[in-house]
């Protein structure tokens, strides 16, 4: 098996390569095999004190309130909005808990459980219930629960009265989830009545417009099985067809979906990325449906997608969302729970270090609040803090263990179940965490807790002999139910004619073939020698736990006695600072696009004190940065007003932090536009008089922003307009951030000045050279024309150009206000001032590479009239424009 490469470079945003082989900390030894069958046994006792529980005080309902020792019925306890939906009034833990029964070594208690789910289980109840849900739960259980009677029946020792009554009920409910995918794209409505369908009038459901990725994209391991196992295509094609459109819906550019579609449009409702809420399982069944399904199609897009996620998500050791159509713009700065399954999936991709450095840092963060907070920041701070007993760390636990065979992860097993029971045990169960800062308690035990927590668990510790059948025949589905590999070529006929009729081959022609030579879903053991994982856990742990001791300066001179660099006092243009830098390993890069990215190879350092601070170094940065983005202002705008554009033309434009205030003026500031000469703004402008009273336009570099700004200014100019240098930079690809000052007071600055990147301030330079005279609006948004012209009536010529005066407000380009959060600031000048760089975004200090000699600005050409002959046209750059504009409105409404 091939996994990936010790070479391949492990991306973060602030590009933190945290390699501490030689750390302080030590692991435990080995834990001994009775020490293992001890925590296995203790995972049998907490089973059955949850299970019996259910039992006692809830069945047939569908839930035990584990709090006041009775059952949760739908309808009669006070509505939890969505988390009801899951609620059926089909005894949904008993069957979400059928395979977990015969796995745990009750074959009896299970051959009574399916005996009461045929006598009391009804499924033709009137109540509207979630479609994902309902089947990865109700049909993954029933599905789960017929494949281990099957098994017990063969094996003779019990079951053998059992002629497929689980799978009649399990097709019985699949007929009732399919009118659900009766849309025009195939995706399924997120609801459905169990009795009456969808849309009509009993149905109390249907009119519902969008759905999650994840609740269109988790059916095809549930469905496929099912087709396979009554022979019966018709519910493996629906399951298709959603994947087919979801994967055709993709965003082409970056080759990530967003978090939530339209069903029947096919448009992106939220635009946001990532591996957590609303997206996760879909990657995770694109790469099981291949496993067991076999049809390489699925693997192909799982490659695709999680080249993507490796390229922008990914950010060792965090995994954060970024929207879909700016990938490197982070959307959030905070992390949900249901992410913790993803090193598990990277165990079956084959990508086992990264694996490693997520899951240690969800440990430590686990450590530190006893549970995972169903969210936390990048920090590691509680964002939301209910933790209703999840499972997904302990699945990525067990996957690890079985990759590695480090016995570190038996003692994070050991974390998990002395957590559980020292903080979640009551009388009647385990309750849910209400909040993991008090330990307070929520009256909930969700079913997922017995399916899927206590199946992990158990293999974690359990050694092969103490299971009753090998589990690597069967694969889990994400609720953690086992449906065997043999379906790969069960029925297959049809299921050939299916894949004939899905995708065609140029859909894929853009996959990179590379992806597969490091691909190859596997649980076996990967690498015999535990330091390996050891070696990648220590930074993690370092950086979020901060419980290493510091060790004694060395005597031999080097930075013994000198205080280590404070990420506060760093400046990019102190050779001091840079040479301590390199003393700590730390490598200062600049980028293309003007941002700068810092690399820790601790390897590198020059010592193991040495490779400490600069851990901390990297660390405080990071604190640093995000105290900064929590004071960083919106986007603003530029839109062109002028013939032919008219308002129609909207481009994001990074702020300053000094000037004018755009989103406290009501009418922003608006004007024709200049060129400054010279061009760089750095000196006295030579064209005062024409730059009076304009917008002047100036490019980036040779100088700070506030000095730019106090050029023009002086020179009459109400506005500026700063455009990057850096050719090909694009508010698409790189993220916005706030011009700072010089370091000194800037309240004389009282213009506005605005930037924009190489392609959009090109769109400004296109309109001028052909043109002459561009009349431009800056401000915090987009206006409508009514709010452009004053109320006055639109000019007669722009009515015959457009031919658009029946055209409502509605339909006007324009923008919602928003509140985001906007990378750090960068300073633009020959001598970097101190500043931090961003964990995920930039502060854009910019060095060496931007040092001219202050007298060339005179010499510059014209940006206009130098404009090369084979330069974009102006309808180019406006086609261009186009989909940036969607997606800044688009990204205006997810913040809201």
């Known amino acids: 098996m091939e996994t990936t490469p010790g070479t391949c470079p492990v991306r973060i945003a602030l590009v933190v390569l945290l390699l501490l082989l030689g750390a302080t900390c030590r692991l435990g030894g080995a834990m001994t095999r009775e020490e293992r069958q001890r925590l296995r046994n203790q995972v049998i006792e907490m089973f059955d004190h949850a299970y019996q529980n259910y039992m006692d005080h809830a069945y047939p309902a569908d839930e035990l309130m584990p709090l006041t020792c009775r059952g949760r019925v739908r309808g009669l306890e006070p509505s939890r909005g969505d988390v009801d939906d899951a609620l059926g009034k089909f005894s949904l833990t008993l069957i979400d808990t059928l395979d977990t029964l015969v796995l745990l070594n009750k074959p009896v208690e299970f051959e009574k459980a399916v005996r009461k789910v045929l006598r009391d289980v009804r499924l033709d109840n009137d109540i509207v219930v979630s479609v994902f849900e309902t089947n990865i739960r109700v049909l993954g259980g029933l599905l789960?629960?017929?494949?281990?009677?099957?098994?017990?029946?063969?094996?003779?020792?019990?079951?053998?009265?059992?002629?497929?009554?689980?799978?009649?009920?399990?097709?019985?409910?699949?007929?009732?989830?399919?009118?659900?995918?009766?849309?025009?794209?195939?995706?399924?409505?997120?609801?459905?009545?169990?009795?009456?369908?969808?849309?009509?009038?009993?149905?109390?459901?249907?009119?519902?417009?969008?759905?999650c990725t994840a609740c269109a994209g988790t059916i095809i391991l549930e469905f496929a099985a099912l087709s396979r196992f009554t022979g019966d295509p018709v519910f493996e094609e629906h399951a298709r067809r959603a994947l087919d459109f979801l994967w055709e819906k993709r965003q082409r550019n970056s080759n990530l979906v967003g978090t939530t579609i339209n069903i029947h449009s096919g448009e992106w409702v939220r635009r946001d990325s990532g591996v957590g809420a609303g997206i996760d399982s879909y990657y995770e069944y694109l790469l099981k449906a291949y496993i067991l399904l076999g049809d390489e199609r699925f693997l192909e897009r799982f490659n695709t997608h999680y080249a993507s996620i490796m390229k922008y998500i990914s950010q060792p050791p965090l995994l954060l969302d970024v929207h879909i159509h700016k990938p490197l713009l982070t959307a959030r700065t905070w992390m949900d729970s249901l992410l913790a399954f993803f090193p598990g999936l990277q165990v079956l991709k084959g990508d086992i270090r990264p694996a490693i450095e997520t899951h240690e840092m969800l440990y430590q963060v686990t450590k530190k609040h006893n549970f995972l907070p169903e969210a936390f920041t990048t920090d590691f701070r509680v964002h939301w803090a209910q933790h209703p007993l999840r499972p997904e760390f302990a699945e990525s636990t067990y996957f690890l263990y079985k990759a590695t065979g480090d016995p570190y992860y038996l003692?994070?097993?050991?974390?998990?179940?002395?957590?559980?029971?020292?903080?979640?045990?009551?009388?009647?169960?385990?309750?849910?965490?209400?909040?993991?800062?008090?330990?307070?308690?929520?009256?909930?035990?969700?079913?997922?807790?017995?399916?899927?927590?206590?199946?992990?668990?158990?293999?974690?510790?359990?050694?092969?002999?103490?299971?009753?059948?090998?589990?690597?025949?069967?694969?889990?589905?994400?609720?953690?139910?086992?449906?065997?590999?043999?379906?790969?070529?069960?029925?297959?006929?049809?299921?050939?004619?299916?894949?004939?009729?899905?995708?065609?081959?140029?859909?894929?022609?853009?996959?990179?073939?590379?992806?597969?030579?490091?691909?190859?879903?596997?649980?076996?053991?990967?690498?015999?020698?535990?330091?390996?994982?050891?070696?990648?856990?220590?930074?993690?742990?370092?950086?979020?736990?901060?419980?290493?001791?510091?060790?004694?300066?060395?005597?031999?001179?080097?930075?013994?006695?000198?205080?280590?660099?404070?990420?506060?006092?760093?400046?990019?243009?102190?050779?001091?600072?840079?040479?301590?830098?390199?003393?700590?390993?730390?490598?200062?890069?600049?980028?293309?696009?003007?941002?700068?990215?810092?690399?820790?190879?601790?390897?590198?350092?020059?010592?193991?004190?040495?490779?400490?601070?600069?851990?901390?170094?990297?660390?405080?940065?990071?604190?640093?940065?995000?105290?900064?983005?929590?004071?960083?202002?919106?986007?603003?705008?530029?839109?062109?007003?002028?013939?032919?554009?008219?308002?129609?033309?909207?481009?994001?434009?990074?702020?300053?932090?000094?000037?004018?205030?755009?989103?406290?003026?009501?009418?922003?500031?608006?004007?024709?536009?200049?060129?400054?000469?010279?061009?760089?703004?750095?000196?006295?402008?030579?064209?005062?008089?024409?730059?009076?009273?304009?917008?002047?336009?100036?490019?980036?570099?040779?100088?700070?922003?506030?000095?730019?700004?106090?050029?023009?200014?002086?020179?009459?100019?109400?506005?500026?307009?700063?455009?990057?240098?850096?050719?090909?930079?694009?508010?698409?690809?790189?993220?916005l951030f706030q011009m700072a000052g010089d370091g000194r007071s800037t309240d004389d600055i009282t213009i506005p000045l605005l930037f924009l990147f190489h392609k959009e301030g090109n769109i400004v330079l296109e309109a001028l050279r052909e043109y002459r005279e561009v009349e431009v609006l800056l401000s915090d948004r987009a206006r409508d024309r009514a709010a452009i012209f004053k109320g006055k009536a639109l000019p007669s010529y722009i009515l015959e150009s457009s031919g658009e005066s029946e055209r409502t407000e509605e339909e006007d380009c324009s923008a919602e206000d928003r509140e985001t959060v906007a990378p750090p600031h960068s300073t633009d000048t020959d001598q970097s001032s101190a500043g931090t760089v961003e964990e995920h975004q930039s502060t854009g200090h910019e060095g060496d590479q931007r040092q001219e000699a202050e007298g060339q600005g005179s010499q510059e050409a014209d940006p206009v009239v130098a404009e090369d002959s084979s330069s974009q046209s102006i309808d180019s750059l406006l086609a261009d424009w186009k989909e940036d504009l969607e997606a800044f409105q688009q990204m205006e409404k997810d913040e809201l």
């Open 411 to 735: 003692e994070v097993g050991r974390t998990v179940l002395e957590n559980l029971n020292r903080f979640a045990r009551v009388p009647c169960g385990f309750a849910a965490m209400k909040d993991v800062r008090t330990g307070s308690h929520e009256d909930r035990m969700d079913s997922f807790f017995l399916a899927e927590m206590f199946k992990y668990l158990f293999l974690l510790f359990a050694d092969p002999e103490d299971l009753p059948f090998d589990v690597e025949d069967y694969i889990f589905t994400t609720e953690a139910h086992l449906l065997p590999l043999s379906l790969s070529t069960a029925n297959t006929t049809y299921t050939l004619a299916v894949s004939n009729h899905t995708l065609g081959e140029s859909s894929l022609s853009d996959t990179d073939d590379s992806n597969f030579d490091w691909s190859c879903p596997n649980t076996q053991l990967l690498f015999p020698d535990p330091s390996f994982p050891q070696s990648i856990r220590e930074p993690v742990r370092s950086a979020v736990d901060k419980s290493c001791p510091r060790p004694a300066p060395p005597s031999d001179g080097g930075s013994a006695g000198r205080p280590p660099l404070r990420a506060r006092d760093f400046m990019a243009n102190n050779p001091e600072h840079l040479e301590l830098l390199k003393r700590m390993g730390v490598s200062l890069i600049h980028l293309k696009d003007g941002r700068v990215q810092l690399v820790q190879h601790a390897t590198q350092a020059f010592s193991a004190v040495d490779a400490e601070d600069g851990l901390r170094f990297m660390q405080e940065m990071i604190e640093l940065s995000s105290q900064q983005q929590k004071e960083q202002l919106p986007p603003r705008a530029v839109q062109i007003v002028s013939h032919p554009f008219f308002g129609r033309v909207v481009l994001t434009a990074g702020p300053a932090q000094f000037g004018t205030d755009l989103s406290k003026s009501h009418r922003g500031v608006q004007g024709y536009v200049a060129l400054s000469e010279p061009y760089s703004g750095c000196s006295e402008l030579s064209n005062a008089a024409v730059v009076a009273g304009h917008i002047a336009l100036l490019q980036r570099g040779q100088c700070m922003f506030a000095e730019k700004a106090r050029n023009i200014q002086k020179a009459g100019a109400i506005g500026g307009i700063v455009i990057d240098d850096n050719e090909g930079s694009s508010s698409d690809t790189a993220p």
């Open 144 to 211: 789960g629960g017929h494949s281990m009677a099957v098994m017990l029946k063969e094996q003779g020792t019990h079951m053998s009265w059992y002629r497929d009554e689980l799978l009649a009920m399990a097709k019985d409910l699949g007929l009732r989830l399919l009118p659900a995918f009766n849309t025009s794209s195939g995706l399924p409505y997120p609801r459905v009545n169990l009795r009456h369908g969808v849309r009509s009038p009993e149905a109390r459901t249907g009119t519902e417009t969008d759905t």
